[in-house]
T-cell receptor
Framework: GDSVTQMEGPVTLSEEAFLTINCTYTATGYPSLFWYVQYPGEGLQLLLKATKADDKGSNKGFEATYRKETTSFHLEKGSVQVSDSAVYFCALESSGNTPLVFGKGTRLSVIA | GAVVSQHPSRVICKSGTSVKIECRSLDFQATTMFWYRQFPKQSLMLMATSNEGSKATYEQGVEKDKFLINHASLTLSTLTVTSAHPEDSSFYIC????????????FGPGTRLTVL
């Protein structure tokens, strides 16, 4: 079945450091790919998405590119802030109206 | 964006009692809602898919008689944990999908259930 693998956390970075969280997937067909963020004590929020190969999703300084050849959707941010501390989930959707398949999540802590 | 609420946000109950969790789409109609369970430091595991007006579809290994799901209207789905036990303690999250839009699932804030 479909699956998502993302790098194990926790990840601890200093403010203004560069962030990469790796995500790879296994799926039949052409899934849509997502990054969700969960801030402490809150629900999941969609951070960005890409629906086809070579699409780049971006939001709040974060970006990820749908790479079909490497089945990857790595999340990057050039300069992290303390407020970016959260758990980040990579997810895929096989087709419309199907449930999301999530990775295990990566906890990011940014220290001042 | 669209808003999904869950109630209650936290509940503590005694073993053997039943607990009902509500998931509401506040400003859109949701034909499909999903219920997930999140264990500490782990990912979300899909429990069931709920479609308005029909029976929920449960994932393998999820006891449908224990986790009763009712999608009574286009804005409300409920999850009832029957005869709760300590091992049911978890974070339960719902998501709702509107009438249109690929992958536009909107998540509720979650409900923390603690069974004593």
């Amino acid at each position: 079945g479909d699956s998502v693998t993302q790098m194990e956390g926790p990840v601890t970075l200093s403010e203004e450091a560069f962030l990469t969280i790796n995500c790879t997937y296994t799926a039949t067909g052409y899934p849509s790919l997502f990054w969700y963020v969960q801030y402490p004590g809150e629900g999941l929020q969609l951070l960005l998405k890409a629906t086809k190969a070579d699409d780049k999703g971006s939001n709040k300084g974060f970006e990820a590119t749908y790479r079909k050849e490497t089945t990857s959707f790595h999340l990057e941010k050039g300069s992290v802030q303390v407020s970016d501390s959260a758990v980040y989930f990579c997810a895929l959707e096989s087709s419309g109206n199907t449930p999301l398949v999530f990775g295990k999540g990566t906890r990011l802590s940014v220290i001042a | 964006g669209a808003v999904v609420s869950q109630h209650p946000s936290r509940v503590i109950c005694k073993s053997g009692t039943s607990v009902k969790i509500e998931c509401r789409s506040l400003d859109f109609q949701a034909t499909t809602m999903f219920w997930y369970r999140q264990f500490p430091k782990q990912s979300l595991m899909l429990m069931a898919t709920s479609n308005e007006g029909s029976k929920a579809t449960y994932e393998q290994g999820v006891e449908k008689d224990k986790f009763l799901i009712n999608h009574a209207s286009l804005t409300l789905s409920t999850l009832t944990v029957t005869s709760a036990h300590p091992e049911d303690s978890s974070f339960y999250i719902c998501s709702a999908m509107g009438l249109a839009g690929v992958g536009e699932q909107f998540f509720g804030p979650g409900t923390r259930l603690t069974v004593l």
